[in-house]
């Protein structure tokens, strides 16, 4: 019998509290998700129902009031903040819904940026660079900086920098908000393929022709998920089909 | 009232943006409210300083309506004329006799009276006579040789007629007036040194005089008095920290009758009546020099005094202060600031488009920026208003009378002279429009910004594209720009002589505009040029360069704070060391720093002198290291010359006569440093300079006689290889064209002053720098040639040269024992004179640091986003942190090396002004301590780097700077914004 492998993504009894006292807020309420390598796994709910709290607590940017994150086996909670850091570099890819390139640097530049903090050379970072904005179909602008790419081009380069290296996790929060709907679509695909390819992919999106891409969905309402659905019955569920 | 309705949007939402960030605000207030509270308190200062009006006037002694002094000038030379303060042009005394009483009073209001005093300064006081009050005795040279030391001291006497005693005299402490010409009051000082009370008797001697130097008459009265004592009853004791002492008139009053010629007339005017500058004109045709208290309080207009020639030179040259100043001031203050509301315009991009969507025009975009630059003008300039009272306030006067050297408030006149700040009205209304106006000017740019933004670029927080091309101009633009810049102030050099000076000021402020234009452009390059050069940077320092390139209007601002900060600084450090320079170079110096000299305020004979300085030696030595002293001699001229013209030799250095062509002479720039290039000017080779060293007063500067071991005594820069040069039997220099090649210095000497110079004598010869006296030789070289020595005094010998403290305690010292000692000691401790000349140095660093600092707490605001995105792909906390230290490097690499550039250049283009200026006013010469002519009160003759203290500018920009920047440089907290979404 093979033994199960390492979930890249898993959230055991998370909760997230933000505020105090009177003010406190459940934003995440136990949570229990786990995500396996070539997973696509996509998030939705309605504004404050705690999406990109839970993109932050699997990225290492913020901590669970309770409960355990692990990333590839490791758990969050014991690492220090360089600890994080080093795994976001190594193992988290962050996609945002404005790009949030680096406007000094180049297409190249920003997707070899978490491998320059790894103390990569620029020089040995090259080739690989080179790959990823391929697969990603960007490579004729690997020298253009951001304010001279379009959003759909802007948001590839992101996915090349949150791809880039020996990463498994992709954690894209609404990556297609800011792009028309045909931009949006490739950009989902891109998602979809890098899924196929092993990287374990959480997506959070408003859009439900999106998430019919995933190989499921969570709903997520008041912190807590409320329903989990395979692509078909999303599909049903919303009346949407994958195209 | 449609125009305040126009202004109430941009009003209200400017508002709510300042107190959104306000953390901005606080900061563009305060940065406002700086130069607004300088302006506040450097203009009530020396709004509130006393002018020599003020001085001349407190001195007027209370109950007189002026003071009169009757001059010898030949009647028959030219009309004498005078300021209402009492400064006279040309020389006024002579052998003449003064205007008399009948003459003066027939010139002056009739119901007033003329009062007459005489006044001397170079008597001795002592208790060790048995004199009868109003018994004289002429006694001679020798009057006080067999006194102790403890009952001697110095004292000013002043004797008046009746009725101006009690005018002239202050209160009476202890004891009455003088009723008859027996008595005298004096000072508690005085009566301190010599334990006098009420009832005591004392003697006043008039020793045999030299040379005579008193405060209020001319030389004569020293003549007419000297050699004779008499004696006094002490009726009454005065507060008072100088000894002096008043008696009505008798001792001095008679010798100057017996002795009229040369002697000038002091009078009072007493009585109801004013004089008028009319009058005083009148009085000026009898060469009477009038300080009246009815014409210093109603100045005279302009065209009524006598008309004064504007000196060009100093035209010049505060023609070039004022502008370095004011344009350099102007934009320090500019560019600190501008960068906030550049980086206002930044964060409120969103808001502006969201205005711009709603129907506000352009204007409106651009008021809303030029409200809230006002709002913190105003709140700035309030701000800055009290913070200037409180400066004001606490800043002693008297601290800044020393700082500013004018006018100088005479000893005992301190507390005549009301040195209160006064605050006017129309300060707080300049204060208030200095802060509108730079708010208004530091928002210009960042309103003109704010109108130009596309509201749909702006409302999609999306920047507009960069404008590559400008900044590859600036590369070659900003050096072309610079070096225009350089050429127009050049060309304002060389033509500094034959230019009119409005042209020449226009000339100045066109380089400075270019100059700032073209520094600007190339800091504004130099991100954008390093960026493309040092390609293979890491990731951060290519990140920092490539932020500063693409945000100029937050890098250039705060880039050019820091270099015109650090210019300012390293330009003042220029000018205050070589100031001190030249002041060394045409004054020289006895004695080195940590050295000290003993010598006596009143020369009575070697013996008795001698037994004077050695006890002040012994005094010392009691509380200080002093482990010995060495004698100090000067030839004696008044023997050589005057009164046993066939006993004397003399021994003079002579310049070898092929060094400048005929009629011309070494300039004192190059010869004041051994090595220099020979430079040669007009000048008469024959003629002899006179010494500057004002202590003590009768020590002549031009020729000194001291062995070996005083020389090393005297701590002077050299010393050592001078003293064996003395050792040797050579002679001791100051003028470094008088030394050959051979180390030789050559000699006129003869066995008789009278006889034929034998020339051509060689003698060893050693240089030393600002060494005050021409030359230097032993005692034993001296009498070989039969120069008459005069003993002068006696360098106190240390084991390692005392400190500040401890020589400032020898002072305390030496006054608390006696008055008959001056103590002297290097006028120039430190290359840079006093520390507190260096004070504005140091304000200007730390105003350096402030630029650094603010620039690096905007850019924190402006690269928050880019952080959290750094943050988020896996950047640590040392590395963010790296990245603002890097931003630091880049504005300090940037604006220091160029700003020390400027500083030195500026400061060289200054003293090389100065110099020029000083040249306009021929009728200004004076002569050097090294026998040259030199033009003006200050030639400028030397560019002195001061390069301890550049270095110092440097690092501690550098060094703290990115110690600050580490402290700036700590991540937010809460990098990523937290939300329940």
Not at chain 1, 101 to 109: F, K, S, V
Not at chain 2, 188 to 215: C, I, N, R, W
Not at chain 2, 924 to 949: F, S
């Amino acid at each position: 019998m093979s033994q199960a492998p390492t979930p890249v993504l898993e959230l055991r009894g998370v909760s997230r509290v933000h505020g105090r006292d009177a003010q406190a807020v459940d934003a995440l309420v136990d949570m229990d998700l786990v995500l396996a390598a070539g997973e696509f796994v996509a998030v939705m709910g309605p504004s404050g129902s705690g999406k990109s709290t839970l993109l932050h607590l699997a990225g290492g940017l913020d901590a669970p009031t309770s409960g355990t994150v692990l990333v590839e086996g490791q758990d969050l909670g014991a690492l220090s903040a360089t600890g994080r850091a080093v795994l976001r570099r190594r193992s988290v890819g962050y996609v945002f819904q404005d790009f949030n390139l680096l406007p000094g640097l180049t297409a190249a530049e920003n997707v070899a940026f978490p491998l320059e903090l790894d103390g990569w050379s620029a020089h040995k970072a090259r080739p690989v660079v080179r790959t990823v904005l391929s697969e990603v179909g960007v490579e004729d602008l690997a020298d253009r900086r951001p304010e001279d790419m379009s959003g759909g081009q802007a948001q590839r380069v992101a996915i090349a920098r949150a791809l880039v290296g020996p990463r498994r996790l992709l954690l894209a929060d609404e990556p297609t908000g800011a792009l028309d709907s045909v931009t949006g679509t490739e950009i989902v695909q891109v998602l979809r393929s890098r899924a196929d390819h092993g990287a374990a992919v959480l997506l959070v999106t408003h859009e439900p022709r999106f998430a019919a891409w995933a190989d499921r969905t969570v709903f997520l309402r008041d912190g807590r998920v409320v329903d989990t659905t395979g692509p078909s019955d999303a599909a049903e569920l919303l009346g949407t089909a994958a195209s | 009232m449609t125009w305040m309705a126009r202004w109430r949007p941009p009003l209200r939402l400017a508002a709510r943006d300042a107190a959104r960030h306000w953390v901005r605000s606080v900061l563009a207030v305060v940065l406002v409210s700086l130069p607004v509270a300088w302006l506040v308190s450097d203009t009530s200062l020396s709004g509130s300083m006393p002018t020599n009006g003020d001085v001349v006037l407190a001195r007027i002694p209370e109950g007189a309506q002026a003071v009169l002094t009757a001059t010898t000038a030949d009647r028959h030379g030219p009309p004498m004329t005078q300021t209402p303060e009492g400064s006279t042009t040309g020389e006024w005394s002579g052998d003449g006799e003064p205007a008399g009483a009948d003459e003066l009073a027939r010139l002056l209001p009739p119901e007033n009276q003329l009062v007459q005093f005489w006044a001397y300064g170079q008597l001795l006081a002592t208790t060790g006579t048995d004199l009868a009050p109003g018994e004289e005795s002429s006694a001679g040279e020798h009057l006080v040789e067999d006194i102790d030391v403890a009952q001697l001291s110095t004292v000013v006497l002043l004797e008046a007629q009746a009725q101006g005693l009690p005018v002239l005299m202050p209160a009476v402490d202890v004891g009455s007036v003088p009723t008859d010409a027996t008595q005298v009051v004096i000072t508690s000082k005085l009566a301190g040194l010599l334990g006098l009370s009420v009832g005591d008797q004392m003697t006043f001697v008039a020793p045999h005089q030299v040379f005579g130097a008193g405060e209020f008459t001319d030389l004569a009265l020293g003549e007419a008095v000297q050699d004779t004592q008499r004696g006094y009853r002490v009726v009454g004791v005065a507060e008072g920290d100088l000894p002096q002492a008043w008696a009505l008139e008798g001792w001095l009053a008679a010798a100057a009758a017996a002795h009229p010629e040369g002697n000038a007339g002091n009078w009072l005017v007493v009585g109801e009546q004013p004089v008028t500058w009319d009058q005083t004109k009148a009085l000026n045709r009898l060469y009477t020099v009038v300080i009246s208290r009815h014409v210093l309080t109603h100045y005279p207009a302009k065209s009524e005094l006598y008309p004064v020639e504007e000196k060009r030179g100093d035209v010049l040259a505060d023609a070039v202060k004022a502008v370095t100043a004011a344009g350099l001031g102007a934009l320090l203050v500019l560019f600190l600031i501008t960068p906030a509301f550049t980086v206002s315009v930044d964060q409120s991009r969103r808001m502006l488009g969201m205005a711009a969507a709603a129907g506000a025009s352009p204007r409106d975009l651009r008021r809303m920026l030029t409200a809230q630059g006002l709002v913190v003008g105003l709140v700035g300039g309030l701000l800055g208003s009290v913070l200037g009272v409180l400066v004001a306030v606490v800043t002693p006067l008297s601290s800044v009378l020393d700082t500013s050297g004018t006018p100088q408030i005479p000893d005992g006149a301190e507390g005549l002279v009301d040195l209160s700040v006064r605050f006017s009205w129309w300060t707080f209304v300049a204060a208030v429009g200095v802060g509108l106006l730079i708010g208004f000017v530091a928002t210009a740019a960042a309103a003109w910004t704010a109108s130009r933004l596309h509201p749909v670029d702006a409302l999609k927080d999306r920047r507009a594209p960069r404008v590559r091309r400008a900044v590859l101009d600036s590369v070659f633009l900003g050096p072309a720009v610079l070096g225009a810049g350089v050429a127009t102030a050049v060309l304002a050099l060389t033509v500094v002589s034959s230019s009119s000076v409005s042209r020449l000021v226009g000339l100045l402020v066109a380089a400075l505009v270019l100059v700032v234009t073209g520094l600007a452009l190339v800091v504004r390059s130099v991100p954008a040029l390093a960026a493309r050069v040092v390609t293979r940077l890491p990731a951060g320092p290519r990140l920092a360069l490539r932020d500063a390139a693409d945000h100029p209007s937050r890098f250039v601002p705060a880039a050019l704070a820091v270099l015109v900060t650090v210019c300012v600084a390293s330009c003042l450090t220029v000018a205050v060391g070589s100031a001190v320079a030249n002041d060394r170079i045409l004054t020289g110096d006895v004695v080195g720093p940590g050295g000290l000299t003993l010598s006596v305020r009143q020369p009575i004979s070697e013996g008795f002198d001698r037994l004077v300085l050695r006890d002040a030696v012994d005094t010392l030595a009691a509380e200080l290291p002093v482990v010995g002293h060495e004698s100090v001699y000067a030839v004696d001229e008044f023997s050589l010359f005057s009164e046993y013209p066939e006993d004397g030799g003399f021994i003079e250095p002579v310049r070898p006569q092929d060094l400048c062509p005929e009629g011309k002479i070494p300039s004192v720039g190059s010869t004041s440093r051994a090595g220099l290039p020979l430079r040669c000017e007009d000048g008469d080779p024959d003629q002899v300079g006179g010494g500057f060293l004002e202590q003590p007063w009768w020590l002549d500067g031009d020729f000194l006689v001291m062995g070996g071991d005083t020389m090393r005594a005297s701590g002077l820069p050299g010393a050592d290889k001078a003293a064996q040069t003395l050792d040797a039997g050579g002679v001791v220099v100051n003028d470094a064209s008088l030394v050959s090649r051979r180390g030789t210095v050559q000699v006129a000497a003869s066995q008789q002053v009278w006889g034929e110079a034998e020339r051509g004598v060689e003698l060893p010869g050693a240089f030393v720098h600002g060494l005050s006296p021409k030359y230097v030789v032993s005692p034993e070289t001296a009498r070989s040639f039969g120069v008459p020595l005069t003993y002068l005094g006696e360098y106190v010998v240390t084991d390692s040269g005392l400190s500040a403290s401890q020589i400032a305690r020898a002072r305390d010292i030496i006054d608390e024992h006696t008055s008959l000692v001056v103590v002297g000691e290097s006028q120039y401790q430190y290359p840079w004179g006093e520390h507190k000349r260096l004070i504005p140095v140091a304000v200007l660093v730390v105003l350096a640091l402030v630029a650094t600092t603010i620039s690096l707490a905007l850019a924190k605001t402006q690269v928050r986003r880019d952080m959290v995105t750094m943050h988020a792909v896996g950047a640590s906390g040392s590395f963010l942190r790296r990245f603002v230290l890097t931003q630091a490097v880049v504005i300090l690499a940037a604006g220091v090396p160029l700003g020390l550039a400027c500083g030195l250049g500026l400061g060289a283009y200054q003293v090389t002004w100065l110099h020029e200026a000083a040249l306009q006013e021929p009728e200004a010469v004076g002569w050097g301590v090294h026998g040259v002519r030199y033009y003006g009160p200050q030639n400028w003759l030397e560019t002195v780097m001061l390069w301890p203290v550049q270095v110092t500018i440097v690092v501690s920009v550098v060094a703290v700077g990115l110690a600050t920047a580490l402290t700036v440089a700590r991540p937010a907290r809460r990098l990523v914004q937290r939300g329940i979404d």
